[in-house]
């Protein structure tokens, strides 16, 4: 059984341009979560998915950042004009189920660099 | 807004017992964990206690829980070079996977 998939591991853009990043969630797992690492800090909520919902956006900045988590297909984190503020390690996490204790795995997360 | 805070580095020597301390705020949390980051990989869940709980042990590791002043404690013991990463407390409610971790705890063990 294949863990929570992250890709690309490792990313380089420029500022203005846009980066997009995937997550296909273990399997069976229809909730996912992505976080924010930021150089020498602990990992900050953004965003929760279902399928097809976004259930809680509290966490996420409220312009050029968007996610989706289609019926098909992996959950994708946009960041459009990309700013060298944005460059950190975005984890994915995915569970079967609301919130239970211990069901919650997380990837090896995409390691985004602004130039 | 909550907080989670936990000292950032801590040396021990193998075969010694290493604790990592974290305080909290959010005085609703019904679960916390202790996850361990190694360098450029992802978050893996080490143990994880519910808040009616004071302690729970799981091989080499004990986690103890002070409600009452909201601090978790995790005790590895006998300390091995493998041990050496990043250790992140995290609260939780019951009804989501949404965290608050804290700023993560550096254990260096010396050979």
């Known amino acids: 059984n294949a863990g929570v998939m992250q890709n690309p591991r490792h990313l380089v853009r420029r500022r203005g341009q846009e980066a997009r990043l995937r997550c296909s969630p273990m399997?069976?797992?229809?909730?996912v979560y992505w976080y924010r690492q930021l150089p020498e800090e602990g990992l900050k909520f953004m965003v929760y998915l279902q399928k097809e919902n976004i259930i809680d956006e509290s966490g996420m900045p409220k312009e050029r950042f968007s996610a989706e988590f289609p019926k098909e297909g992996p959950s994708i984190l946009r960041i459009q004009q990309v700013v060298r503020g944005d460059s950190a390690a975005y984890f994915c996490?995915?569970?079967?189920?609301?919130?239970?204790?211990?069901?919650?795995?997380f990837g090896e997360g995409s390691r985004l660099t602004v130039l | 807004g909550e907080d989670v805070e936990q000292s950032l580095f801590l040396s021990v020597r193998e075969g010694d017992s290493s604790v990592i301390n974290c305080t909290y705020t959010d005085s609703s949390s019904t679960y916390l964990y202790w996850y361990k980051q190694e360098p450029g990989a992802g978050l893996q869940l080490l143990t994880y206690i519910f808040s009616n709980m004071d302690m729970k042990q799981d091989q080499r590791l004990t986690v103890l829980l002070n409600k009452k002043d909201k601090h978790l404690s995790l005790r590895i013991a006998d300390t091995q070079t493998g041990d050496s990463a990043i250790y992140f407390c995290a609260t939780g409610s019951s009804n989501t996977g949404k965290l608050i971790f804290g700023q993560g705890t550096t254990l260096q063990v010396k050979p």
């Open positions: 399997k069976g797992h229809s909730h």
């Open positions: 996490a995915s569970s079967p189920r609301e919130g239970r204790a211990g069901e919650l795995f």
